[in-house]
């Protein structure tokens, strides 16, 4: 090997030792460098809500919850009005309806009766009178296990309540591939319940498709 070959060869070994192991690609420069590409609008905040098909989906309802938020509104909720309005774009695989129950209120369980008749599954829990003399019955640990055992089957879940009790449960079926949308009244619902959703909706803004016309029927009391 003559002199000049070998600073030739040498010039360029030393060019590659100037190079980095690993050179990251530019991923802002070249990701987007195709001017067909349209990025999608996401100035509406709840335009993750807009899905077209939303696949296999289960519904669970705080009742409380529900009663409480349409209490605020004004407003006597259609429940089969509410379950096609929630069900919509998508397979209704279950709907679950969880409740407190005062045994002696003979209209409450009139109404208890029509739900399960009605495509609603029905989950009670006697409610308990605490020495304040309020009444209450929980059930955030029945609507957690329903919605991790039902998690495997399905697309979508649907879940009525702003109880931020709620948020673990929803994190964790998240991480299993299930979207998770959550129905509340904004003043009612927990800042960590909405951050762990997919997105979440204000009953205030769907109240004109869920809530009865006629008033024939009074509201049901859960408390």
Same mark, same amino acid.
């Given at each position: 090997?003559?002199?000049?070959?070998?600073?030739?060869?040498?010039?360029?070994?030393?060019?590659w030792? $100037?190079?980095?192991l690993y050179?990251e690609?530019?991923?802002i420069?070249?990701?987007? $460098?195709?001017?067909?590409?349209?990025?999608?609008?996401? #100035?509406?905040?709840?335009s993750? =809500?807009?899905? #077209?098909?939303?696949? %296999?989906?289960?519904?669970?309802?705080?009742? @409380?919850?529900?009663?409480y938020?349409? *209490?605020q509104?004004?407003?006597?909720?259609?429940y089969?009005? *509410?379950? =096609?309005?929630l069900?919509?774009?998508?397979? !209704?695989l279950?709907?679950?309806?969880?409740?407190g +129950?005062? %045994?002696?209120?003979?209209?409450?369980?009139?109404? !208890? *009766?029509?739900?399960?008749?009605?495509?609603? %599954?029905?989950?009670?829990?006697?409610?308990?009178?605490?020495?304040?003399g309020?009444?209450k019955a929980? /059930?955030?640990?029945? /609507?957690?296990?329903?919605?991790m055992? !039902?998690?495997?089957y399905?697309?979508?879940?649907?879940?009525?309540s702003?109880?931020?009790? /709620?948020?673990?449960?929803?994190n964790?079926?998240?991480?299993?591939?299930?979207? +998770?949308? +959550?129905?509340?009244l904004?003043?009612?619902?927990?800042e960590? *319940?909405?951050? +762990?959703?997919? =997105?979440?909706?204000?009953?205030?803004?769907i109240?004109?498709?869920?809530?009865?016309? #006629?008033?024939?029927? #009074?509201?049901? @009391?859960?408390m």
């Amino acid at each position: 090997m003559t002199i000049a070959n070998f600073n030739k060869k040498n010039n360029q070994n030393q060019g590659w030792k $100037q190079q980095p192991l690993y050179q990251e690609p530019n991923l802002i420069e070249t990701s987007f $460098q195709d001017d067909n590409i349209e990025m999608p609008d996401i #100035s509406d905040e709840n335009s993750i =809500c807009n899905v #077209s098909n939303r696949g %296999r989906v289960v519904v669970l309802i705080d009742g @409380s919850n529900l009663f409480y938020a349409a *209490l605020q509104l004004g407003i006597e909720i259609d429940y089969s009005k *509410l379950l =096609c309005h929630l069900a919509k774009g998508g397979k !209704l695989l279950r709907a679950f309806f969880y409740t407190g +129950v005062d %045994r002696a209120n003979e209209k409450q369980q009139g109404f !208890l *009766l029509w739900m399960r008749r009605n495509g609603y %599954r029905v989950v009670t829990k006697d409610v308990v009178q605490f020495p304040d003399g309020s009444k209450k019955a929980n /059930l955030e640990v029945e /609507l957690a296990v329903d919605m991790m055992t !039902l998690a495997p089957y399905c697309d979508t879940v649907v879940l009525v309540s702003g109880d931020g009790d /709620l948020a673990y449960a929803v994190n964790a079926v998240s991480y299993k591939g299930v979207r +998770v949308e +959550v129905v509340s009244l904004r003043s009612m619902t927990s800042e960590s *319940l909405i951050n +762990v959703a997919d =997105c979440f909706i204000d009953i205030d803004s769907i109240k004109e498709e869920i809530q009865k016309v #006629s008033h024939s029927h #009074s509201q049901v @009391s859960f408390m």
